[in-house]
């Protein structure tokens, strides 16, 4: 009875104009708590997590969408303490798991969809106890209706792998979701996979990335999903700036950046959002916009950004900026060519900028790299023209219009998204990307306007080969690097 009243309320809230359904979105950017002891962490973060969802009930959330790692923080070792089991599919409202049972509460009182990530607890072969990382989704009544496992780890040796077929979908009376998790949003399967029929027009997202520059930028990698692929994203990251972890965004499936949030302060951030509307003001208007602008540059730095961009195997032109620009040029790696179309207003300014271009194999270093993968981009760099695509490289460049298009076999080998960057790391709008197939040919075309600040303006093309299995070295080193932070 109630559960059905609830049904009603949110329906009749729900505004239908066109083909779009409108719907409130939140999600959280979370700093866990870490307490003495494991159980401890897990209950004082879902204590914060319900408070969250109060809070975004005041914005008349339909649904909201809390980080990977969110209850733990990213734990890599003793995961029987930290995990949890997750019933299967249709359990609920009621659990047996104290947490579960409070978010399942949380949901239900409040008739919105809590989507929550956890260290999931599970038999494998020969009743052996096997952990994955895993979304789970409450419903309005409480009960879990989609659970999704994730595929493609990094560097999380002790965590199972997510079965290749699972079924990550769930629909809503504001239309079909789609899930995955932080590293998956670069593999085909399932960041293509799970959109490929067309039916899913809502992504959700929790992650707990590590921004490394110049291609892996948590907001950058965000909005540049969301634009090629034409679909809403929600994207909820974890919160530890020293480490890297940090920037989260509602993004709208026109390429619009609802709300977003990016800051070296650690801190706990709701987000909220209206998506699915035909009014582009209504975006702006509504919720608790993000930061902006330059405001935030000087309280940035403290965003640690590990990673540079080597020229290595890269062909590369400089390009002549002393007194205005207007270019057009082609420039070619093997048989892979980039035809970059540029205008700017320039005077006396003491950056280089250059284009680039690779076909090949991906570097080790950053790892996320290493299937192969293709670039085409404009990159800033220091006066020498040495250090480049480095967020520490001041531009006074305005660029009016930027425009690169490729033209590739029309092989279903690499997917493609634009690479961007700025140096207050917000993303880059405006953001077209069009992509168009003859018989043959497969031409990518990406183009923004009247921007500054711009470090890197691009198209990175990555195969659709499988999962990276990272070698036990490499595990070492990750551990390494990531006590230097
Ligand atoms: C944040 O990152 C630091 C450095 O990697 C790590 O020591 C710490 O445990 C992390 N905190 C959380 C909550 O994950
Ligand atoms: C972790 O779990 C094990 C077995 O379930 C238990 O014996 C141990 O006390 C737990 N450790 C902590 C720190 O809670
Ligand atoms: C698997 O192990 C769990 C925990 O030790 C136990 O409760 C359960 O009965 C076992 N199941 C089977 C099928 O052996
Ligand atoms: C996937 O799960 C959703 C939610 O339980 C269900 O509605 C849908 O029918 C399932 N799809 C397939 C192909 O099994
Ligand atoms: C750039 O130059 C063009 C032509 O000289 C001019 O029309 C335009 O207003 C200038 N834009 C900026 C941002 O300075
Ligand atoms: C990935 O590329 C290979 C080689 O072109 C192709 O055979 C395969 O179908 C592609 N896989 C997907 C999922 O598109
Ligand atoms: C270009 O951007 C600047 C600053 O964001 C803005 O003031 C100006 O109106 C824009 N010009 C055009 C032609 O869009
Ligand atoms: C070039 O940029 C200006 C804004 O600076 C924009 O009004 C114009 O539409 C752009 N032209 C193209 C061809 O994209």
């Known amino acids: 009875m109630k559960g ?24 959280v950017e979370f700093q866990p708590a870490i307490s003495p002891s494991p159980s401890r962490t897990i209950e004082d973060n879902v204590h914060e997590y319900v408070a969250f969802i109060e809070s975004a009930k005041r914005e008349a959330a339909n649904i909201i969408v809390f980080p990977e790692y969110g209850l733990t923080g990213m734990v890599l070792s003793q995961l029987e303490n930290y995990s ?11 659990f047996n798991d104290i947490n579960l ?45 989609a659970k999704y496992r994730k595929i493609n780890l990094f560097a999380e040796p002790l965590v199972t792998p997510g079965p290749r077929d699972q079924n990550n979908t769930f629909d809503t009376p504001f239309g079909k979701f ?40 948590s907001l950058n990698v965000q909005h540049g999903y969301a634009v090629v692929n034409k679909v809403n994203l929600l994207a909820a990251n974890l919160n530890n700036v020293t480490a890297g972890n940090g920037g989260s965004g509602i993004y709208g ?23 699915g509307s035909n009014d582009p003001q209504a975006f702006r208007s509504y919720g608790l916009k993000g930061f902006s602008g330059f405001d935030n540059k000087k309280e940035l730095e403290s965003y640690i950004t590990p990673g540079s961009f080597s020229a ?32 700017a207003n320039t005077s006396n300014i003491p950056e280089v900028y250059q284009l680039v271009v690779y076909d090949g194999q991906g ?85 923004t306007s009247n921007n500054t600040d711009i470090v890197l303006f ?3 093309g990555r195969s659709n080969g499988s999962t990276i299995v990272f070698s036990s070295i490499f595990l070492v080193i990750m551990a390494a690097v990531r006590t230097l932070f």
């Not at 969809?113 to 260290?119: G, K, M, P, R, T």
């Not at 293509?192 to 997202?205: D, P, R, W």
């Open 458 to 460: 691009g198209i990175y």
């Open 4 to 27: 059905g009243l609830v049904c009603v309320m949110i329906l009749t809230a729900l505004v239908v104009r066109g083909y779009a359904v409108e719907y409130i979105a939140a999600v």
């Open 253 to 275: 499936a026109n390429g619009q950046v609802l709300n977003y949030y990016i800051s070296g302060l650690g801190s706990s951030r709701l987000l909220v959002a209206k998506v």
């Open 312 to 343: 290595t195997g890269y062909t590369v032109r400089k390009i002549e900026l002393s007194n205005g620009v207007e270019l057009k040029e082609k420039v070619c790696q093997k048989g892979f060519c980039c035809e970059f179309s540029i205008t």
């Open 84 to 94: 949890i089991e997750i019933p299967d599919v249709g359990s609920g409202p009621t």
């Open 178 to 217: 789609g899930m995955f998790i932080c590293f998956d949003i670069l593999f085909y399967n399932p960041s293509m996979s799970t959109i490929a029929s067309g039916q899913v027009k809502n992504i959700i997202y929790p992650t707990a990335w590590f921004s490394s520059l110049p291609y892996y930028h």
């Open 101 to 145: 049972h409070r978010l399942a509460n949380a949901a239900r009182e409040h008739g919105m969809f809590v989507v929550a990530n956890v260290l999931e607890k599970s038999r494998g072969a020969a009743n052996k106890t096997i952990f994955y990382n895993t979304n789970f989704v409450l419903n309005l009544e409480g009960k879990i209706v």
């Open 363 to 447: 570097k080790v270093i950053p790892a996320v790299d290493m299937l192969p993968i293709r670039v085409c981009a404009l990159m800033v760099c220091d006066s020498r023209g040495e250090s480049c695509a480095s967020r520490d490289i001041l531009s006074s460049t305005t660029f009016q219009n930027i425009s690169i298009r490729a033209e590739v076999k029309n092989g279903k080998e690499h997917f493609y998204r634009p690479v961007t960057l700025r140096t207050q790391l917000t993303p880059l709008e405006p953001l077209m990307y069009e992509e168009s197939t003859s018989k043959d040919m497969r031409t990518i075309n990406i183009r």
